[in-house]
């Protein structure tokens, strides 16, 4: 009677010990770090629209490439405005504009919605109307001017 018992409590404790092996191999913790960054923006534009154009992804084709303003004929000391719509399909961004039109041709700006375009945020898949506003020195050389414009 007593090596039965004996016999029961090692059966009892060798299937307590296969259970919980069997437990421990079906249940693993694993721990976890990771670095969140923020995402990349990734503009894109569409040029030549109308100052009362609400930009959309309806809009037209926006691109990052090929991008041109023709500006036509602009007379000296008057001023002239081009507007453009800007994609940005990456994360959340505040936008630099910058150009390099020369000082003795006047000076360019860039407005969303009447303020400064530098320094604005433009979220993740939203869009901007950038209105460019060239005001050309009374001075400025009759001749063919070509500048740059950079968003980013």
């Known amino acids: ?13 060798i299937s307590i010990g296969v259970v919980a092996t069997a437990y421990a ?33 309806s809009t037209g084709t926006y691109t990052e490439t090929g991008l041109t303003i023709s500006w ?3 007379v000296q000391g ?18 630099t504009v910058t150009n390099n039109l020369p000082a003795a041709d006047g000076t360019l700006t860039a407005t969303i919605g009447g303020n400064p375009a530098t320094g604005q945020i433009i979220g993740h898949n939203a869009f901007a109307l950038i209105k ?14 070509s500048f740059g414009i950079s968003v980013s």
């Open 132 to 145: 460019f506003t060239w005001v050309v020195d009374p001075g400025a050389t009759p001749s063919t001017v």
């Open 25 to 57: 191999a079906n249940s693993l913790s694993v721990g976890n770090t990771a670095t969140i960054t923020a995402a990349a923006p990734n503009l894109f534009m569409l040029t030549g629209v109308a100052s009362t154009t609400a930009c959309s992804a």
């Open 1 to 13: 009677m007593q090596q039965q018992r004996i016999n029961l409590i090692l059966i009892t404790a």
């Open 72 to 74: 036509g004929s602009v």
């Open 78 to 95: 008057s001023t002239a405005n081009q507007y453009v719509c800007l994609e940005n399909t990456g994360g959340q961004h505040t936008l």
